[in-house]
């Protein structure tokens, strides 16, 4: 069963870059998931951020329309580990972030316990 | 951009049935998928492509898909299913994954 865990900061200043890792354990990173971030801002619903597909041979990244032009993901196969980078960060940008797994057919399970950052001075 | 529909809630005293719809336009032609997420917890998968369980879901939980509404259906409902209840579709076009703006079930 795998299973995940994010990791990062509390705190980030307005306009600086937002960076969470989320580590996969159960699994393999390669075996061709949709490794995912979606997030909760306080009192609001949840929000898909973005996707990355990985295997050995192939890699896509799809990202949220209203987010595309901040978010960056990314693989680090040697750690077994995904990561996200949000720009120029906004008190809009609190949230509780979680990454997931996500399958073939779109849906996410398992997910990871969530973290929270502040955006604040 | 694609939307989803919920209700923001659903009451239901204990031992009833639940009903929580979240509407779509055309939603009938995509798969929907639906994730408990109860308080200071991480959200969990309850059904998937519109009627399938995952492993560990009780046969409580089902769901349907038609037209522009789907539904989740928890019957006999226990206190321990109070969470807030999230519709997700992922929009083929885009490449968007889309998750509706949440129902939350209180149970009397």
């Known amino acids: 069963q795998v299973q995940l865990q994010e990791s990062g900061p509390g705190l980030v200043k307005p306009s600086e870059t937002l960076s969470l890792t989320c580590r996969v354990s159960g699994d393999s990173i390669n075996n061709g998931y949709y490794w995912g971030w979606i997030r909760q801002p306080p009192g609001k619903g949840l929000e898909w951020v973005g996707n990355i597909y990985h295997s050995e041979k192939t890699e896509h990244t799809y990202y949220n329309t209203s987010l595309k032009s901040r978010v960056t993901i990314s693989v680090d196969t040697s750690q077994n580990q995904f990561s996200l980078k949000l720009t120029s960060v906004t008190a809009a940008d609190s949230a509780v972030y979680y990454c997931?797994?996500?399958?073939?057919?779109?849906?996410?399970?398992?997910w990871g316990q969530g973290t929270l950052v502040t955006v604040s001075s | 951009s694609y939307v989803l529909t919920q209700s923001p809630s659903v009451s239901v005293a204990p031992g009833q049935t639940a009903t929580i719809p979240c509407e779509g336009d055309?939603?009938?032609?995509?798969?929907v998928h639906w994730y408990q997420h109860r308080s200071r917890q991480a959200p969990v998968l309850v059904v998937h492509?519109?009627?399938d369980r995952p492993s560990g879901i009780p046969e409580r939980f089902s769901g349907s898909n038609s037209g522009n509404m789907a539904t989740l259906t928890l019957t006999r409902v226990e206190p321990g299913d109070e969470a807030d209840y999230y519709c997700?579709?992922?929009?083929?076009?885009?490449?968007?994954?889309?998750f509706g703006g949440g129902t939350k079930l209180t149970v009397l």
């Open positions: 997700q579709v992922w929009v083929g076009g885009s490449d968007q994954w889309v």
């Open positions: 492509d519109d009627n």
């Open positions: 997931a797994a996500g399958t073939r057919n779109n849906w996410f399970g398992p």
């Open positions: 055309n939603i009938g032609l995509k798969s």
